[in-house]
């Protein structure tokens, strides 16, 4: 098990930038898959991106070519830097550590994300 945290989201105009963080409470070398969900008022929560140990990603259609997963073994963090922003793109942000996208895994609290048109 993990504990992660979530911050950096916050409040921003459409066309701007944030990056998020999530910070593991232990080493992420052997998770086997970091993702970034969210979910907007009235909607299911949305996988957004993901990327596995070995470094593939996977983005939601909404969201590529402008957002960016990494994850950095070292600093046991991950991160979703997010450009061109939309109004659309308004939720709370969750991290997520699976064992394969789906699985239940282990899940931080949440961080609030707000783009104003």
């Known amino acids: 098990q993990v504990q992660l945290v979530e911050s950096g989201g916050g409040l921003v105009q459409a066309g701007g930038s944030l990056r998020l963080s999530c910070a593991a409470s232990?080493?992420?070398?052997?998770?086997?898959?970091m993702s970034w969900y969210r979910q907007a008022p009235g909607k299911q929560r949305e996988l957004v991106a993901a990327i596995t140990r070995g470094g593939i990603t996977n983005y939601a259609d909404s969201v590529k070519g402008r957002f960016t997963i990494s994850r950095d073994n070292t600093e046991n963090t991950v991160y979703l830097q997010m450009n061109s922003l939309k109004p659309e793109d308004t939720a709370v942000y969750y991290c997520?550590?699976?064992?394969?996208?789906?699985?239940?895994?282990?899940w931080g609290q949440g961080t609030q994300v707000t783009v104003s048109s």
């Open positions: 997520a550590a699976q064992a394969y996208v789906g699985d239940n895994g282990d």
């Open positions: 232990r080493s992420i070398f052997s998770i086997n898959v």
